[in-house]
């Protein structure tokens, strides 16, 4: 199996606490995201992915490139330690809570939507700092809701699944530009007992080789 991802993307980060709550060994490649303009932009880079985004996921003669998507083809494949229950019902309440942070609040708080907001419309560090926290806040607002029906330890009972997959990284970026998280303690509850358990310190940014 081959990654290419960054140490800080999301979706990067994603794959990867899937990878290490399965236990499964990979190769590891950096495509960084801000030196010379972006290694995503590369003629080379955009062969495997030309969305230009990480992460690109590669297992023999399949290759893909939606975090989402790969993670679904990760608890196919290698279904120890299921990500997605396999009733109904409670997959459709996983996905639904994953989305809220994949779908939601992901895509329009990443780094290519900040340096529009910040360089193209001219908002500037500020403008854009104040973004993030307008978007955090509405998504967290109502995920706290949600956990208030479905949470045990975990998004969803007691039972780690891709929404806590989804919702780690997104507490990470919120803390990275200092949004105040106080107004929503189950959700940090979930998030710090979580990111105590060992495949999830494994996935962390800063345990990866490309950290600075």
């Not at 990480?54 to 297992?59: A, C, L, Q």
């Not at 330690?81 to 109904?88: F, T």
């Not at 200092?178 to 007992?193: E, I």
């Amino acid at each position: 199996m081959k990654l290419y991802g960054y140490w800080r993307s999301s979706a990067s980060y994603r794959v990867r606490i899937a990878l290490a709550l399965k236990e499964l060994s990979y190769e590891s490649f950096s495509v960084h995201l801000v030196k010379d303009g972006g290694e995503q932009k590369l003629p080379a880079y955009k062969e495997l992915n030309p969305a230009q985004l990480v992460p690109t996921f590669i297992d023999g003669d399949v290759k893909l490139n939606q975090s989402l998507a790969i993670i679904e083809y990760l608890d196919q494949v290698y279904p120890e330690h299921r990500l997605i229950p396999e009733d109904p019902k409670e997959a459709a309440i996983v996905r639904m809570l994953a989305l809220d942070m994949a779908a939601d609040l992901q895509p329009i708080t990443n780094l290519r939507i900040l340096q529009y907001v910040a360089g193209e419309l001219d908002a500037g560090d500020e403008g854009k700092v104040a973004w993030i926290h307008h978007w955090v806040e509405r998504a967290f607002t109502a995920f706290e809701a949600r956990l208030q029906k479905t949470a045990g330890r975990c998004c969803f009972g007691d039972q780690v699944t891709l929404a806590d997959i989804c919702l780690v990284p997104q507490v990470y970026n919120a803390q990275r530009f200092g949004v105040d998280l106080s107004a929503y303690p189950k959700l940090m509850a979930v998030n710090d007992y979580v990111c105590s358990l060992p495949a999830f310190q494994q996935a962390r940014p800063e345990a990866q080789p490309d950290a600075q």
